[in-house]
């Protein structure tokens, strides 16, 4: 849409841009300076940097700066682990203390310099790592691990030695984990489970455990990332290289802040691109949950509603509980692509299959009606006078005979079944006991998802311990409020990677001929006032009602024939926010006496409240229309972000708004419109006539052009109201607030 209007510059004009305005060329992609095509229209990168991990995870060599084995000493314990774990991976492992010949009867040396061998990973149990950086990156060492804390999770001052810490790594050319880290990378992790598996980053190690321990259930995890502070390598870099490995099924997160919006959003692109879910926890919702993982990793957790909306941009799953984190991620990496999205309930009691659809039907799920060919089938093995449309009751005996799997196959066999639920309220031998069996037995033979809700509280029963979980097909929950988050988060998933085009891909590599008419409307530092927001707003193609500046009462009743009555004036100034309340807006003038009379009081009423005009606006009224807010804000974690919502005075009472981070497509912009609570406003309600969806859709098209183009120039863009007009009559922009940097 934009690009037919604005049309691009050559690469050559970009380039300029960006040696003009002093911007560096970007970060390194794929281990390689960045190119100009490799950053967007604002000098952001395009691609995500995938560090190789490889011999951070299987290093050939270790180090273990501070090893010992002195009993009662820290030290020590985290010693004999890491000795167990080189084993375990095969690398080779040389302790390094200034006193000591030997730690475990392995042979010590005293120094850095003294390793007998270029090593990949070097871990520091030492309280200050930073006289280490400068030695390791002489020893050309690829990676180190800083357990210390007392960095940037207690303060100022610790945040001040993290920064010293970070430069000192860059400089190096080392990657560095932590600091604030643990041992969970070295953890011990089952070799005798097989399929695709989890991996695992937590910001907080202990909040991994719970995923951690799915392999007592049978769930393989093939990597554990406890990032720690993020000096260095952040959970970006973690997402990246996961998503680029083949025995990785789903990413599971627990994230307390984000080192850097831009750079998760590459990282969970690249895992989109490759159809790879990523489920995350994310700490923050609230204002104490916020201030609590800051003091804990002292990181930014960013504005939650922002954070929110870039992860389902990007179709990152995110749930609330650990719980919720390891049933989600187990059933996401294990289960193939559905072949369809209808969901059928099946139970040997009406009251379960009752209880269980409604929740299910309110989380969103379809539950089709079974045709009438296939209850009659059903009813083959189901009495007659029980209800087989969705949910299938089957009364409870045919389960305990042949009846019960052939049941279930005709269930699978329907092309509008994509998966089967069968909740199990409680143990009820042996009907159970041959139901499960039937279930996993039929889910052998199925490229269908089978779940199954093992209801018991107790949980050691042979039919859920043994058959259940023996079971890599079905996916068993404990709870049905899991299970359907989890089915949920499947359907999303698989419906989101179906045909996912990156934004990133699509992102303007150049500025529009706009760009410059609008960089000379900017004053820095300023507000401008509502007459030069407009022209910034006219300079992107964004429609403004006719409008005349004036600076008299005769000039203003020239205009005002000119524009056309009626009209509406409203003082213009660079300092005022809100005309409204001071009385500076005068609307439905119908002669030019009144207008004359509104100039006058206009200019009285802005000398008496002190504010400075640069004139007096005489507009075109606009009446027939829905009212809208469109704009951007400047984000701490993500830049530029762009929002959408009902307009006028209800923005503020209701708060109904959706947000996006650029880059976005048409189709995201289109999205926007459907999260909004007042949707229907805009398609009509009491007799009014549809709005111009696609003049909206491009009036937010072109903002998001604006604060990609204008970047950290802009702070603040405000369209309130923009008032969309019946269907193809277009959208115009009633008032701007526009905030330079």
């Known amino acids: ?90 690398a080779r492992l040389h302790p390094v203390h200034p006193s000591r010949p030997a730690v475990f009867g392995i042979p010590c040396v005293a120094s850095v310099a003294e390793l007998p061998e270029q090593v990949d990973l070097a871990v520091l149990l030492v309280a200050d790592p930073l006289p280490l950086i400068e030695q390791l990156a002489e020893a050309k060492v690829k990676f180190a691990v800083v357990f210390a804390s007392g960095f940037a999770e207690t303060g100022e001052e610790g945040a001040a030695a993290q920064q010293r810490l970070a430069a000192a790594v860059a400089e190096s050319g080392m990657r560095l984990l932590g600091p604030n880290t643990n041992l969970n990378a070295f953890s011990s992790f089952r070799e ?76 969970v692109d690249r895992a989109a691109r490759r159809k790879v879910p990523v489920v995350a926890v994310k700490v923050g919702r609230t204002e104490t949950g916020a201030r609590t993982a800051a003091s804990h990793t002292g990181k930014l957790t960013g504005a939650d509603t922002v954070v929110d909306a870039a992860m389902r941009q990007y179709g990152v799953i995110r749930v609330d509980g650990l719980d919720e984190l390891q049933d989600t991620a187990t059933l996401l990496a294990r289960a193939r692509p559905p072949r369809a999205e209808g969901v059928v309930v099946y139970s040997i009691s009406g009251g379960t299959g009752a209880h269980f659809a409604d929740l299910a039907t309110e989380a969103g799920l379809s539950l089709p009606a079974l045709s009438e060919a296939k209850q009659a089938e059903l009813h083959q093995w189901i009495p007659e006078f029980l209800s087989v449309a969705n949910p299938v009751d089957n009364g409870g005996h045919p389960v305990g005979d042949w009846r019960g799997r052939k049941i279930i196959d005709a269930i699978l066999a329907d092309p509008s079944v994509g998966v089967l639920i069968c909740p199990v309220t409680g143990p009820f031998p042996p009907l159970s006991d041959r139901l499960v069996r039937d279930l996993v037995d039929a ?259 072109r903002v998001q052009r604006m604060a990609m183009e204008l970047g950290d120039d802009l702070a603040e863009l405000d369209i309130n109201p923009l008032m969309v007009l019946p269907r193809g009559q277009g959208a115009v922009a009633l008032d701007a607030l526009v905030v330079c940097r």
């Not at 050559?12 to 300076?33: K, L, M, T």
């Not at 907080?204 to 990597?223: C, D, I, K, N």
């Not at 056309?564 to 001071?582: C, D, F, N, Q, W």
């Open 1 to 90: 849409m934009l690009g037919s209007t604005h049309g691009t510059l050559t690469t050559d004009s970009r380039r300029a841009r960006v040696i003009a305005c002093g911007e560096q060329p970007g970060p390194a992609v794929h281990g390689r300076p960045a190119e100009v095509d490799d950053l967007d229209v604002g000098g952001r990168p395009l691609y995500a940097d995938v560090p190789d991990l490889d011999r951070f995870f299987r290093p050939e060599s270790v180090a273990v700066i501070g090893a010992s084995d002195a009993e009662g000493r820290p030290n020590t314990g985290v010693t004999r682990q890491l000795i167990d774990w080189a084993d375990r991976v095969g």
């Open 192 to 267: 005798d489970l097989d399929g695709p598996g989890i991996a695992l980053i937590t910001q907080s190690g202990h909040q991994g455990r719970p995923v951690y321990a799915l392999q007592e259930l049978g769930v393989r995890l093939t990597h554990w990332a406890p990032t720690g502070n993020e000096a260095d390598l952040e959970s970006a870099d973690f997402l990246s290289w996961f998503a680029e490995r083949p025995e990785v099924g789903a990413i599971a997160c627990y994230l307390e802040g984000l080192k850097d919006g831009r750079s998760f959003l590459l990282a």
């Open 443 to 701: 889910a052998e033979r199925t490229d269908k998802l089978v779940c199954v809700v093992w209801g018991s509280p107790v949980g050691t029963e042979p039919a859920y311990r043994e058959v259940l979980l023996g079971s890599s097909r079905v996916a068993t929950f404990r709870t049905v409020g899991n299970c359907i988050t989890a089915v949920r988060a499947y359907l999303d998933h698989h419906r989101f990677v179906t045909g996912y085009r990156s934004p990133f891909d699509e992102a303007p590599r150049t500025p529009s001929p706009s760009f410059r008419k609008a960089q000379a409307l900017m004053r820095p530092g300023q507000q401008l006032s509502e007459h030069a927001a407009k022209q910034l707003l006219r300079a992107y193609g964004i429609r403004v009602p006719r409008e005349q500046l004036v600076t008299s009462a005769a000039a203003a009743v020239r205009a005002a024939g000119l524009v056309g009555y009626p009209v509406v004036m409203k003082a213009s100034g660079a300092r005022i926010a809100h005309k409204t309340e001071l009385g500076l807006v005068k609307i439905g003038l119908t002669s030019a006496s009144q207008v004359r009379d509104a100039y006058r009081e206009l200019t009285d009423i802005a000398r008496c409240e002190d504010v400075s005009l640069d004139g007096v606006l005489v507009c075109q009224m606009v009446e027939r229309g829905v009212e809208m807010v469109v704009g951007t804000a400047h984000d701490e974690l993500f830049g530029p972000t762009v929002t959408v919502g009902l307009g006028g005075v209800l923005v503020e009472v209701l708060r109904d708004t959706a947000v996006r981070v650029p880059p976005f497509g048409e189709e995201q912009a289109r999205d926007m419109l459907g999260d909004l609570r007042g949707r229907a406003l805009l398609d009509g309600v009491r007799g009014r006539p549809p709005a111009d969806l696609d003049a909206l859709v491009e009036v937010v098209l």
